[in-house]
């Protein structure tokens, strides 16, 4: 009985493990959003992550956009504070189903930073 149990909870840890495993390194899709950064920080009480905000804007005149993302990458997130207040290109794969905050608050997972101005 006991042996039974043992096998269930491992099984169970695992599938939870390989389940994280793949909702991070398998991206739903991949794009680049362009506008300007308007708010990066670094988050979190025991699990520190990247979160930012920027404004997508496409014509003068018009209200911009939010695009909310999560920046795992600490070399990442220093170009991104290097490049605040310019014109940006962020690259980013979403990933769907990330079973805790503890990666990220949200599923767009910025990898590369391009300045466009």
């Known amino acids: 009985m006991i042996k039974g ?5 491992l099984v169970l840890v695992l599938g939870a493990a390989g389940f994280t495993w793949l909702t991070l390194h398998w991206s739903y899709s991949k794009g680049e959003r362009g506008g300007y950064v ?3 920080s670094e988050k979190g009480w025991l699990c520190k992550t990247w ?3 920027m404004a997508m804007v496409t014509m003068p005149g018009t209200v911009a ?3 909310l993302f999560t920046v795992p990458d600490d070399a990442v997130a220093a170009k991104i504070n ?8 962020l690259t980013y794969e979403q990933h ?22």
Do not use: H, M, N
Request: proline share 2%; glycine share 6%.
């Open 5 to 9: 149990i043992v096998v269930f909870v």
């Open 38 to 40: 308007q708010k990066l």
């Open 51 to 53: 979160e930012g905000e």
């Open 65 to 67: 956009e939010k695009f």
């Open 82 to 89: 290097a490049s605040v207040g310019k014109r940006v290109a």
């Open 96 to 117: 769907k189903w990330v079973p805790s905050s503890c990666f990220g608050e949200t599923e767009y997972f910025v990898t590369d930073v391009r300045v466009t101005e």
